[in-house]
Nanobody, 113 residues
Framework: VQLVESGGGLVQAGGSLRLSCVDS????????LGWYRQTPGKQRELVAS???????NYADSVKGRFAISRDNAKNAVFLQMNSLKPEDTAVYYC????????WGQGTQVIVSS
């Protein structure tokens, strides 16, 4: 297992969660990293990305609410999610951008209204 995501859970609308992902391999520190999410019947979408130089980019749907960060020394990437909405409910995954590591199991986020 190379990618391990954690930190998901059940939260009320307006709440916060912090997701973590660790890469047991050696790809993270040298690549653009991203958080993706997927809901049943839909394609996986990229919601946030961060370069090696810490420049970030966000999907319009999460801009101003989510914040991505990384720790190259720990081969880790994080996603702080604030002001969560029911439409943020999904399984969240981390990977490089574009993705070339086998997907992990993801972490489920459920936002209740």
């Amino acid at each position: 297992v190379q990618l391990v995501e954690s930190g998901g859970g059940l939260v009320q609308a307006g709440g916060s969660l912090r997701l973590s992902c660790v890469d047991s391999g050696s790809f993270f520190s040298s690549n653009v990293l991203g958080w993706y999410r997927q809901t049943p019947g839909k394609q996986r979408e990229l919601v946030a990305s961060i370069t090696r130089g810490y420049s970030t980019n966000y999907a319009d749907s999460v801009k101003g609410r989510f914040a991505i960060s990384r720790d190259n020394a720990k081969n880790a990437v994080f996603l702080q999610m604030n002001s969560l909405k029911p439409e943020d409910t999904a399984v969240y995954y981390c990977n490089t951008v574009p993705e070339f590591i086998d997907w992990g199991q993801g972490t489920q986020v459920i936002v209740s209204s």
